[in-house]
């Protein structure tokens, strides 16, 4: 598991990105990727390309990024989700939270 | 670094040469001339490490080496070998007998301490990975009987209910409290079951913390009565204000209600459950909603799927751990495999033992992180006594009251206000024995006021399942729209030395109907209005009408008990 984090080039968009098992061990990578320092964004992109699986408490993270992000006005894309991790995000009904494609 | 150091030499200048060089880098020196007495010299004074000569009589080196390490057990005695041997082969014989290090003779001062110390570090680390292993074992013993203590309390509050019944089999294993998963059932008083199954993120303390209030909610609030929507509000919304944010409950509320011929199901985040025919048609539950804990009470969607709902029906609900789970070579089981089971079963009463099969084969032995239960509705569920625990005067005191409500529009689309009226109701002790029964019908009055009186609706509608859903669809839009409307209840109890009786009496703003001809047809036909007429008919002490059947009247009855 591996999870990188990208400003845009004018640092209004965080991209961070995600390989491998998207699971419980990615816990103080996904917070540190999200609350870095240097840069404020407003929007985020989280890239699931490179995602394998998700569990239950990776969909606790993205709540947790959600919140961080400013909860109902947050602005969080959930990008290139193979047929599994859209699978388990569409069973939570995440779609309602997050914009999926 | 003052170590107590036993020297093992026959030869005594050899002896006496070490026991200088030791002394007088400062540590304590035992003495002994064979391998007898170095050992029996262990085992009196525990000296910390031992030089030992590999030939001596009585009992040679390697021999007494490896009683010596038998008796240091966890400790670690480090034995540096003394020889004068050169040969290879010789050497490997103080290690394998379980000597740690071997110098050479002649003695070299330098080397010798250089050992030692290097000696003392091994000794302290192993003693450090020693007492550490024991403290881990103890904690996790600690927690195991924490756990096993709390999971009795838990036991106490989870099996309220009627997880017992005869119609519920389920699966859990006893770790499941601490892997996130909760399974509990009750019966309201009007005779409906609501099951619930649970799979909190995380697991652990917090999972197994979280559970208890939304145990504790759903008991208290379905022994008042409430309907599930109402529940399912209140588990939310308590979940909200308690999980921190990364926490929620995946869950499969079922109210399952056979006297009306419904299943009304909420699903947020749960695998798909399955409401199985008696010839095998599956009609999936699936989730069609955010987790309970996610979203704010505002925001909450407590909407319910309705299904028809036969005698000889099954209901089936498993946790993501089923379809979830891996085997040793990192295969998922998966919904294919489910299904396949589900496809197979020919013998309905078999498929629970089925899909268990099904689990061990495939994972080769029993997990204990998913969950399994299975609702078989082939018996009418028996009528359950309400509790009497909600705090109620015990000594049956005389009561002579009535009681008028209107509810108008707003407080008609508001929701069920029946479980406060029951609580009313519930003061007159002499009431409380057939508390299922009162409440059984004033449900059956208000829901008859409100859908055919109030609402309009026809409840031919649900003669069949497209029907069905049509109806309820109609039911949740007109009561939305509702503007005019109401209806009145009218609560009137006496008591005297000889018994007493309630009195209940309803009337709708609805266009009314034929009474008459709908207990007739009830007999006949499926007439959902006359089977809930029959039903009033049957659990009170009296039943009457007014002509225009806008007006219903019951009456419970009792003597003053001897």
Known sequence: MTITSQPSADGRELTIAISGRFDFNAHQAFRDAYQRQDVTPERYVVDLQGATYLDSSALGMLLLLRDHAGGDEADVRLLNCNADVRKILSVSNFEQLFVIA | ?562
């Open chain 2, 1 to 562: 670094m003052r170590l107590t150091i036993l020297i093992a030499e026959d030869s005594p200048v050899d002896r006496m040469l070490l026991s200088t060089i030791i002394a007088r880098q400062g540590h304590h020196v035992l003495t002994a001339g064979d391998g007898l007495e170095a050992v029996a010299l262990y085992e009196r004074e525990r000296p910390q490490l031992v030089l030992m000569d590999a030939l001596m009589p009585l009992m040679d080196g390697f021999e007494a080496a490896r009683r010596i390490k038998s008796l240091a057990g966890d400790e670690l005695v480090p034995i540096i070998f003394l020889t004068s041997l050169s040969e290879n082969q010789a050497l490997v014989r103080c290690l394998e007998a379980g000597g740690d290090d071997f110098i050479v003779k002649p003695y070299n001062p330098v080397i010798l301490e250089a050992k030692i110390k290097a000696m003392h570090r091994l000794r302290r680390l192993q003693a450090t990975v020693v007492e550490q292993r024991d403290l881990i074992a103890r904690r996790n013993q600690q927690l195991l009987d924490e756990q096993r203590a709390a999971k009795a309390i838990f036991d106490k509050v989870a099996h309220a209910g009627c997880l017992g019944a005869p119609n519920i089999r389920y699966r859990q294993s006893p770790r499941a409290l601490f892997n996130g998963d909760l399974l509990l059932a009750a019966q309201s008083p009007t005779g409906q079951m609501f099951v619930l199954l649970g799979d909190f993120t995380g697991h652990g303390l917090p999972a197994a913390i979280g559970a208890m209030p939304l145990a504790e909610t759903f008991y208290g609030m379905t022994a008042k009565g409430y309907a599930a929507k109402d529940i399912l509000r209140e588990l939310n919304a308590k979940l909200k204000q308690i999980l921190p944010v990364e926490m929620f409950c995946c869950a499969t509320l079922l109210d399952i209600n056979l006297t009306q011929g419904v299943l009304n199901v909420w699903n947020g985040g749960l695998p798909d459950g399955y409401l199985i025919r008696p010839d095998g048609e599956r009609v999936a539950l699936v989730s069609r909603h955010l987790p309970l804990g996610v979203l704010a009470p505002g925001a909450f969607d407590a909407h319910f799927e309705s299904h028809p709902l036969k005698l000889g029906d099954r209901l089936l609900l498993l946790s993501d751990g089923v379809v979830e789970s891996s085997n040793a070579r990192d295969e998922l089981f998966g919904e294919q495999r489910l299904l396949a089971v589900l496809d197979a079963n020919h013998d309905a009463k078999r498929l629970f033992d089925e899909i268990e099969e099904a689990l061990l084969a495939f994972h080769g032995q029993l997990r204990d992180d998913l969950s399994l239960v299975e609702v078989d509705l082939s018996e009418k569920m028996a009528a359950l006594q309400l509790p009497l625990s909600f705090g109620a005067p015990k000594e049956g005191r005389p009561a002579d009251w009535s009681g008028r409500f209107e509810l108008r529009a707003a407080s008609l689309r508001a929701g069920n206000p029946l479980p406060l009226l029951l609580q009313v109701l519930l003061q007159v002790h002499q009431l409380r024995p057939r508390a299922g029964a009162v409440y059984a019908v004033l449900v059956e009055l208000y829901s008859n006021a409100l859908e055919h009186g109030v609402l309009g609706l026809d409840s031919a509608l649900k003669r069949d399942a497209a029907g069905f859903a049509r109806y309820y669809e109609a039911r949740s839009e007109r009561l939305a729209a509702l503007v005019d409307g109401y209806i009145r209840l009218e609560l009137d109890i006496q008591c005297d030395a000889a018994g007493g009786r309630l009195r209940i009496g309803i009337q709708d703003s609805g266009a009314g109907f034929d009474v008459e001809r709908a207990l007739g047809e009830a007999r006949g036909v499926e007439c959902l209005r006359g089977r809930g007429l029959q039903l009033i008919r049957q659990l009170s002490d009296g039943f009457a009408w007014q002509a225009d059947g806008r007006g219903l009247s019951v009456e419970f009855r009792w003597s003053a008990q001897a």
